[in-house]
């Protein structure tokens, strides 16, 4: 748990900083030793060393007096936890905003330490699970009561056995529960990116569309190839700009609203703490729990101020603390599926001419609008032919419209 956000007087405070402190000072002089010891100085790496180790010892003091040392069984479920986190939450989260900014010496180093956390989790859950199957077999201490009398001795029960409770059928295992983990990650940025979908569809349907719709205007109106090459692309360019702007600023928009609403809920759990805890309760009663374990639950989520507002964001909001969203990569998606769409009413237009570009130029983009349609249908388990044949359509009245205008706009100016 983060010790600074639960500290409540200054010398809590005062004591996580050391502690935090001393944990740094105790990493850095030992890479500073290992890195003196590549230089070939091992008189000041082990300065560095004995230091280290002092700050150890430092460290060991202050978690003691903070009350952080408890029961072997205790540690481990704490350990246990904390390194479930760090696999299943924290580590692929930085990974992936490691990988958004480019620094993918940092995404290997995440990835690497990640790695060692599954090892560390699962040498916990075992030695977890053996202590408490150990504990459970000891015998229960003596009570001390009061002799009874000889004769009754032949007649008393048995000791009871003291056994393990039976296993739930959802007892946890360490390769289920990892896989869940992984599984949970993966299916999140699944779907997110099964949201840049709809870029990807409507970039792609709007270039075909709009572009063969002015192609085939300007070449029945004109019949220049060089200008309806130029329209094309011009066409083509304005459309990707636009495109991948409009794209940019809603997701810009849509990301800058949640965080705000997040900061609110935040602000409003710092300010009346009372409130959000029965929205709490009441969020849960609403789910079908009774009012005890409602309330039971909303006492345990509220002793952790991350999770409190994580569940009311999602619970309450229907939102994420974790962005998926990427405004920049919503608008390059935006802009390249427009763009090499439209090539495709244009590109008959550079090798025929006349009627016979046209027809080309349309049959081109309603087979590509109908692929299109198919690849959209497969992605959203819907029938394909289905999906491709209504793109097509509105392709053909679209084709028609641009037809239509290339014809009566002359015949109307003149």
């Known amino acids: 748990m983060p010790p600074e956000s639960t500290a409540t007087t200054k010398t809590d405070r ?7 402190g001393e944990a740094m000072a105790y ?41 952080e040392i408890g029961p072997t069984l205790e540690n481990l479920r704490t350990v246990t936890i904390g390194e479930s986190k760090e696999f299943s939450a924290m580590y692929p989260r930085m990974i992936q905003d490691a990988v958004d900014e480019a620094r993918q010496d940092v995404a290997d180093s995440f990835a690497l330490a990640m790695e060692r956390e599954l090892h560390h989790l699962e040498v916990f ?33 048995p000791p009871q056995q003291v056994t393990a409770p039976p296993e739930s059928e959802f007892a946890p295992n360490i ?16 779907v997110a990116s099964l949201g840049r979908l709809r870029e990807v569809v409507f970039g792609a349907q709007d270039g ?27 066409g083509a360019l304005a459309g990707m700009i636009s495109m991948a702007t409009g794209a940019y600023l809603g997701s810009r928009a849509e990301q800058d609203v949640q965080r705000a609403e997040i900061a609110k809920e935040a602000r409003e759990i710092e300010e009346n703490p009372a409130e959000e805890h029965a929205e709490l309760v009441v969020i849960f009663q609403r789910e079908g729990r009774s009012y005890e374990d409602a309330r ?82 497969r992605l ?35």
Do not use: C
């Open 296 to 377: 039971q639950m909303a006492d345990e989520i509220a002793e952790d101020k991350d999770l409190w507002l994580r569940t009311l964001v999602e619970k309450e909001l229907g939102i994420s603390l974790e962005e998926t969203s990427n405004p920049v990569k919503d608008a390059i998606t935006m802009a390249l599926s427009f763009v090499v769409a439209a090539f495709v009413p244009i590109v008959p237009h550079f090798f025929w001419t006349g009627n016979q570009a046209i027809g080309i130029s349309v049959a081109a983009a309603l087979v590509g609008l109908f692929v299109l349609g198919i690849y959209k249908g």
């Open 125 to 157: 859950s075992q030695a977890l699970t053996a202590l408490e199957a150990k504990q459970a077999r000891a015998p229960a201490p003596a009570e001390s009561t009061p002799a009874a009398p000889s004769q009754a001795t032949a007649t008393e029960a």
């Open 175 to 190: 390769d289920t529960y990892v896989s869940a983990a992984l599984e949970l990650d993966r299916e999140r940025w699944r």
């Open 14 to 20: 005062n004591l996580w900083s050391a502690i935090v």
């Open 27 to 67: 990493l850095k002089y030992n890479a500073y030793a290992h890195r003196a010891l590549e230089e070939g100085y091992p008189e000041v790496a082990q300065v560095f060393q004995e230091v280290a180790g002092a700050e150890t010892i430092h460290g060991l003091n202050h978690l003691r007096v903070a009350g």
């Open 208 to 234: 075909i569309i709009s572009t063969m719709a002015l192609v085939t205007s300007v070449s029945v109106a004109l019949g220049d190839q060089s200008a309806v090459l130029v329209a094309g692309l011009a």
């Open 380 to 414: 959203v388990q819907k029938s394909p032919v289905l999906q491709g044949l209504e793109i097509l359509g509105i392709g053909a009245v679209s084709a028609a419209i641009g037809y239509a205008l290339g014809d009566g706009i002359p015949r109307l100016i003149n």
